[in-house]
């Protein structure tokens, strides 16, 4: 009789082994949707002020790039990875008091940073958001324009992401990506990396361009959702 329950019990735990060990194994599949990892930069954490270089404005052509974006008075835009907020200031300025700046960093640290700037500059219209890595954190339909300075390279989720910030965009919305040609782990990325992130994200590719010298900057993208 003893015997009998022994192998009884060996019986059920040889059946249940499999099931345990394949639930164990499947929560540790790669979150990418591609199913691998690409090399990325670590985010930068260090002296913020280095983003407000002078003669940047020119370099960047940054209003040229506003207007491609459809940065206008009353729109509300989107920055992620706004560092020291060096973009969001100007795009503020461009939307006016009707429109609105969201100001998007994971580093905590930035984002207090842009807070007192906006304060101290007299920006009601910007407002910051501490972010997940691959989260913007925005809500629902709230943004018509989207741009990512010299920050999709740092980005370890970059499809989550991008798959994320869609449910953010208004009807027509742009996202615009300003970076260099990279290997991912060298503070740049390959253009057609970028291009073919965002299409398993669900976006097209609108624009290209290539005016975008300063700072070491080799192109800027621009996308809209693919319906």
Known sequence: MLRRYVFAVALVVSLCTPTWVYSQSSTQAPSRSTGEHRKTSEPYTGDLSIFESEGRDQRLQ?????????????????DIGAGSGWFAVRAAQKTGATG???????????????????????????????????DPMLLAASVDSVLLLKTYHEVAEPIILLRNLRASLRPGAKVGIIDRNGNGENHGVGKDVVIREAKQAGYKLAEQYDFVKGDNMDYFLVFIADK
């Open 100 to 134: 609105v700046v969201y100001a998007v960093d994971i580093n905590p640290e930035a984002i207090r940073y842009i807070a007192n700037r906006a304060r101290k500059e007299h920006l009601s219209n910007v407002k910051t958001i501490l972010s997940k890595a691959d």
């Open 62 to 78: 940054i209003n040229r790039v506003m207007d491609i974006l459809g940065i206008t008075l009353g729109k509300n835009v989107a």
